[in-house]
């Protein structure tokens, strides 16, 4: 790959980090099969959710023969389903947890800097109320001083610091909040990213380094011999594929409560998954500009709205999840607590069937069964067993290139070799020499483009000069262009419908209906540049419509449709019959 890209193989230095491509990285997948067939690696990661592709990247970068495995699609599990929030914390403050907050806010400016074009500035609107709030005026000096502990431990990173604001104030950044004991509110800054592109961009950086990352590459066991790891083995579109590693890195997350790799004399740790959920509505039913905290009344929580584009997107659920991992959307009974705990704070009025779309996950916390999943912190473990098998889980998106790093630490001890981390000044690919000020401010095409391909934007551009007619938006009212769906066929690894809806682009939760409307034109523009066949096409669209509409009739606690019905237990889980526990971000 390296030399692919005129570079010299698995060299490492700081010049070759800060290199801005003047190629578009060219991944196909025939490619990335036949390494996994005839390669020798030293590391091979299980799962391209964030955690894994940040490992895959710092081990590249320190010069390992590395592969990156997910049996779906990159970020298809938890890392597309979060609160999309770059943060320190401030619950983590509450509960004492001081040196999370500290490392997270020096991670967030990592990732501000390292990813510039996809994590962005994030101002945090609180309120002030003098009844009924998430905390009254009596509490404000308190809260204040929290505020400026937050700043302390990094916050003031961001170059500016937290502000106390007046009853307009608060009603200019969101004026349809209900002003019945309002008194003002603090405002204060983190940051945002689109998660999947994150974790894809990461990935691409990993290949772009000389891993081998592949997404529909199902791990199904761990080759071991003489009593230690030595591979895995991974089914991939239809073939059963021995790949070779001296060590195994598992980072699955939740997905560690049903399949571990492990020996059987081996511990493993205990992982509690825990549902979260967030449904978009259109922004003018909202009309703010910040991240709002909104109380819930009777309730010791806080839910958060969120503005992205025309959306605006309420969140979150945190409550134990017992069901099937690969089936977990938000119910009707969810829905329905999310939108009234907005109506008690804002002037709204918004039936369930406006709501644009939806998206639930799960958090893996590494914890014992009982209490409150709220009251778990967000800490990781890395473990390895006596035959060298390495496992992550846990953590947040914040500090996944901390837990990264501390992973290839323990895969590396069990190589017996020791080489320096480069990832906290490493750049994602479209970051170096990205200037996110200069292109917001241009606005238009360039503005859309740069905040989702960074420099690599100019590879579309490239496409979209090529073939003028792909120019179109891909899904009505949304920005997406057919010349994206080009681009991420050809140098994404997009492989689906679902691939590029859900994750290349976020059209399934901003518009889920207008999305599978779209379906078609996108089949056909992958057929185009994939080469498989019309039963191929007609497969996937009928797929991703039927997964829509099952995701839209349990939202609406409608009948879920025939053709798409499947055990109760798998598509609700333990949400179905419990009462929901509003949440902050995971």
Known sequence: MAKLMGLPARKTDRARERMTITEPLQLTRAQQVEQLRTERYDIVIVGGGITGAYAAMDAALRGYMVALLEKDDFASGTSSKSSKMIHGGLRYIEQGNLPLVRHSLLERQRLRKNARHLVQRLPFLFPVMSVDGVFDRRLAAGFESLLWTYDLAGGWREGILHQKLSKNEVLAHCPTFKTDNLDGGFLYFDARADDARLTLAIARTAAFHGATVLNGAKVTDVRRHAGKVAGVVAEVDGEQIDVHGRSVVIAVGSWLRDWNGAAKDADVPSIRPAKGVHVAVPWLKIQNDCTVTIPVPGRNRRATITRWGDTSYLGTTDEDYRGDLDDVHCTREELDFLLDGARTALNMEIEPEEVLGSIAGTRPLVAPPGGKTIEVKRNHEIRTDHDGLVTVVGGKLTTSRHMAEQTIDAAQKVLGER??????????????????????????????????????????????????????????????????????????????????????????????????????RVAALLQRELGFSDAERERQVQEYRAATAKEKAILLGTAIPAATSTDPAGTTGASANQPAQMGTSA
């Open 419 to 520: 080489r320096r981390v480069q990832t906290k000044d490493a750049y994602v690919l479209g970051a170096a020499g990205y200037d996110p000020e200069a292109v917001v401010a241009s606005g238009g095409l360039a503005s859309h483009l740069g905040e989702r391909y960074g420099t690599e934007s100019a590879f579309v551009s490239q496409i979209l000069a090529a073939d003028t007619s792909l120019a179109a938006p891909i899904v009505a009212g949304l920005p997406y262009l057919e010349a994206e769906v080009v681009y991420s066929a050809r140098h994404e690894l997009a492989r689906s419908v679902d691939d590029i809806l859900s994750r290349r682009t976020r059209s399934r939760i901003q518009a889920r209906d207008a999305s599978a409307a779209a379906a078609p």
